[in-house]
């Protein structure tokens, strides 16, 4: 009889019923992270096979670190094929395995092949990843996408300085060519001091510079509108008015 004390540090892959157990993320991690290390302490079920009772070898365990053991099957599975091989048809990975007559065979031929060598590497990146050794795909793409927004938000808010200084000034945008208008002298004049923004003047792409003459009209109309309605919001506080 087992005992909870030494039976496996994850849960039992079959259901009740005999059925693969639907496992979620945190079964996943201690099947194919957690050694089952008091396996010598269980008492392995025997059974007749090919003539002689034999029962499961705790060593089969030591020597195949992705090996998982079902109590109630009395049966073997390949964790990361189990887990990563999408229930495609295959002994160790979706068909459990208890002929301890031919296990050696069987997993000598499991250890060398192509699909369980690239399942292997699916389980090290994934328990990387859930313990946070490792950035996820997903992670690496918001990041990049929330520097992106970053850096987007601080070129915007330059750019907008720039506006409401010539706007507040009365000085005029233009000058005799773009390149030489005001509004670009200013901004380079910022830009010596602002690596970011001297990158984007340099380097930014033509259409998305936010720099051209009529993107300099649409933050003058945005700006106005924004000043416009500040003043009305502090009228309305104000007790003078109605
Ligand atoms: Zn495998």
Not at 53 to 59: G, Q, S
Not at 71 to 94: E, Q, W
Not at 202 to 226: F, M, V, W
């Amino acid at each position: 009889m087992s005992t909870v004390l030494c039976d496996p540090p994850y849960r039992d892959v079959f259901t009740v019923s005999g059925r693969l157990a639907d496992l979620d993320e945190n079964d996943k991690l201690s099947l194919l992270s957690k050694p089952w290390n008091d396996a010598h302490k269980y008492k392995f079920p025997s059974r007749f096979i090919g003539g002689k009772l034999r029962h499961f070898n705790e060593n089969w365990l030591k020597s195949h670190h992705w090996l998982v053991y079902s109590v109630s099957m009395d049966s073997v599975m390949c964790a990361p094929c189990l887990i990563f091989s999408n229930g495609k048809s295959r002994t160790l990975s979706s068909t459990p395995f208890n002929d301890w007559k031919n296990i050696s065979t069987v997993l000598a031929r499991h250890c060398v092949d192509e699909v369980h060598k690239n399942n292997i590497v699916m389980a090290d990146n994934f328990v990387d990843i859930l313990n946070g050794k490792k950035e996820s795909i997903i992670c690496k793409l918001s990041s990049t996408a929330k520097e992106t927004v970053q850096h987007n938000r601080h070129i915007l808010a330059k750019i907008i300085q720039v506006v409401l200084l010539l706007g507040k000034q009365n000085i005029p945008f233009r000058g005799h060519t773009e390149e030489r208008s005001n509004f670009m002298a200013v901004l380079q004049s910022h830009a010596q001091t602002d690596p970011l923004l001297a990158n984007h003047l340099q380097h930014g792409k033509d259409n998305a510079r936010y720099t051209s003459p009529e993107i300099q009209n649409e933050l003058i109309s945005l700006c106005a509108d924004q000043v416009r309605q500040q003043i009305i919001s502090e009228c309305r506080k104000s007790d003078f008015l109605p």
